[in-house]
T-cell receptor
Framework: EAGVAQSPRYKIIEKRQSVAFWCNPISGHATLYWYQQILGQGPKLLIQFQNNGVVDDSQLPKDRFSAERLKGVDSTLKIQPAKLEDSAVYLC??????????????????FGPGTRLTVL | AQKVTQAQTEISVVEKEDVTLDCVYETRDTTYYLFWYKQPPSGELVFLIRRNSFDEQNEISGRYSWNFQKSTSSFNFTITASQVVDSAVYFCALRHTGNQFYFGTGTSLTVIP
């Protein structure tokens, strides 16, 4: 079974530029997550999708970050314009079911390799 | 507030030694779920274990074992006979009955050959 795919793996941009990241979850996984992981810290949830609807985006800086999952499968995360403090690894994860319907392990998240963003 | 504390920032052990990684959590919920993930230098978080709050039975998987104690709100992870391949950052995470996962700040483990 293929894992979570992300691209690109690395991206270097200058501040005020725009950048987009792509994620393809594990086949059949209804829930998709985007995390930001700053060096030396744990992942911080940015946004969670259930199918193509947003479940939680309370920690997404909406003035510059946006995300979509139009067909309930692939997702893109965009930053426009980027700031120096956006330098981080952006992780995508997916889980099998909406957790309310499948409590026995369906909430386990499987992560992609991440995209390392450097903003100069 | 939900919170996960991993007080050990960095640990170094010599190969074949045992090592325990600590995780202390805070939650007001009676139903919650705890996880451990491994993040090797390649960067991908690898799922290790999931435990729900009603199951306090300790678990052993090969050289890995987990000790869940609700009385002390701890979910510690022990690696027996450590190997160089165990070198990674290990994260403990909590999910309560809301939506979010809360990750600790991680413990960086270095196994010296």
């Amino acid at each position: 079974e293929a894992g979570v795919a992300q691209s690109p793996r690395y991206k270097i941009i200058e501040k005020r530029q725009s950048v987009a990241f792509w994620c393809n979850p594990i086949s059949g996984h209804a829930t998709l997550y985007w995390y930001q992981q700053i060096l030396g810290q744990g992942p911080k949830l940015l946004i969670q999708f259930q199918n193509n609807g947003v479940v939680d985006d309370s920690q997404l800086p909406k003035d510059r970050f946006s995300a979509e999952r139009l067909k309930g499968v692939d997702s893109t995360l965009k930053i426009q314009p980027a700031k120096l403090e956006d330098s981080a690894v952006y992780l995508c994860a997916s889980s099998l079911w909406p957790w309310k319907k499948q409590p026995s392990g369906g909430d386990t998240q499987y992560f992609g390799p991440g995209t390392r963003l450097t903003v100069l | 507030a939900q919170k996960v504390t991993q007080a050990q920032t960095e640990i170094s052990v010599v190969e074949k030694e045992d090592v325990t990684l600590d995780c202390v959590y805070e939650t007001r919920d009676t139903t919650y779920y705890l996880f451990w993930y491994k993040q090797p230098p390649s960067g991908e978080l690898v799922f290790l274990i999931r435990r729900n709050s009603f199951d306090e039975q300790n678990e052993i998987s090969g050289r890995y074992s987990w000790n869940f104690q609700k009385s002390t709100s701890s979910f510690n992870f022990t690696i027996t006979a450590s190997q160089v391949v165990d070198s990674a950052v290990y994260f403990c995470a909590l999910r309560h009955t809301g939506n979010q996962f809360y990750f600790g700040t991680g413990t960086s483990l270095t196994v010296i050959p």
